[in-house]
């Protein structure tokens, strides 16, 4: 089982399940970079500033919101730190719904919900009253820094926590040009429909997911390896220099990881629990330290040079 990326509980009535949250998804995507063909060279994507072809250095960085054509709101970090929901670890089940009565395309994204050892019971409890009823306990949940609305329910031993689209988020299929199903020009003859229902029943099947791959994938790293094994790999690909890599989508993601772990503790605390303010003696000790490192390495270089 993976690492649990939240740990919390749900409060089903009085009752309180601490639980683990873990990821039911897992995408192994190809990762392909961008690479100049004439060079080799990888194709770097910078941040430029449209009026003077400028790049633009990370702290002057903000986001705009345009509300009418070419008119922005600007909003900085602590504008959205401002609206953000308020960081709780409880799952509340806030009803109970039929499961069958939830549209399919509300649907977004699945998780486990892993039961702590002190709670195991409790967890029991709700996870056979939900398959008995058939039901689903609907709730909001704040991931990181944003609050979903999601629905609990069952499947085999596992409650399932399934973040639920809003309902504003799925565009409505009025507007589509779709044959009425009371236009009688469209309405079906009945041998037309014996014949599809016929058909229909003949390529009946069990549902076997297990059976279904991404062909595209499996496709693609069959090509990549014969290349492999055909000795067409490069291995003169330049990185180029290792200037403000923070520029890159990876370092930016743990930079925003980081905040979000940061924001999740007591104020004054750290990451490990531990007081966060040392005392100004401490830092200078430490700081000597650092600097005797520095210059020792640094007289052990020169050494090896002038050798």
């Known amino acids: 089982m993976a690492r649990s990326i939240w740990k919390g509980a749900i409060a089903f009535g009085l009752v309180n399940i601490p639980v683990g949250l873990t990821s039911a998804e897992s995408r192994p995507d190809i990762q392909l970079h961008m690479v100049d063909s004439k060079n080799h060279a990888r ?31 600007l909003l900085t970090e602590e504008d959205l730190e401002a609206v953000q929901p308020k960081l709780t670890k409880t799952i509340e089940i806030e009803s109970f719904v039929s499961l069958d009565d939830i549209d399919p395309l ?84 009945k041998h037309e429909m014996d014949l599809a229902m016929r058909l229909i029943d003949e ?28 000795g067409e790999a490069v291995d003169d690909v330049k990185q180029g220099e290792d200037r403000e890599e923070a520029g890159g989508s990876n370092v930016l993601d743990l930079a925003e990881y980081l905040k979000r772990s940061i924001k999740g503790e007591s104020p004054g605390k750290s990451l490990t629990g531990a007081s966060s303010k040392t005392k100004p003696s401490a830092k200078k000790a430490v700081a000597k330290k650092v600097a005797k490192k520095v210059a020792k390495k640094a007289a052990s270089k020169s050494g090896r040079q002038s050798a």
Do not use: C
């Open 43 to 73: 194709i770097r994507y910078e941040r430029v500033n449209a009026d003077t072809g400028e790049e633009v250095p990370w702290d002057r960085m903000v986001k705009g919101y345009e509300h009418e054509d070419g008119k922005f709101i």
């Open 203 to 230: 390529m009946a099947g069990k549902w076997k997911p297990d059976e279904y791959h991404d062909e595209y994938r499996e496709a693609l790293m069959d090509f990549i390896e014969k290349k492999v094994s055909g």
């Open 106 to 189: 509300l649907f977004d994204k699945p998780y486990y919900l892993e039961p702590e050892k002190r709670g195991q019971k409790a967890y029991a409890l709700l996870r056979e009253a939900l398959r008995q009823t058939g039901k689903a306990g609907i709730s909001k949940v704040v991931i990181r820094t944003r609050e979903y609305l999601s629905a609990m329910f069952v499947r085999d031993d596992v409650m399932i926590l399934m973040l639920l689209r809003f309902p504003q988020e799925i565009r409505a299929s009025s507007k589509l040009e779709l044959p009425a199903s009371a236009d009688v020009a469209f309405q079906p003859k």
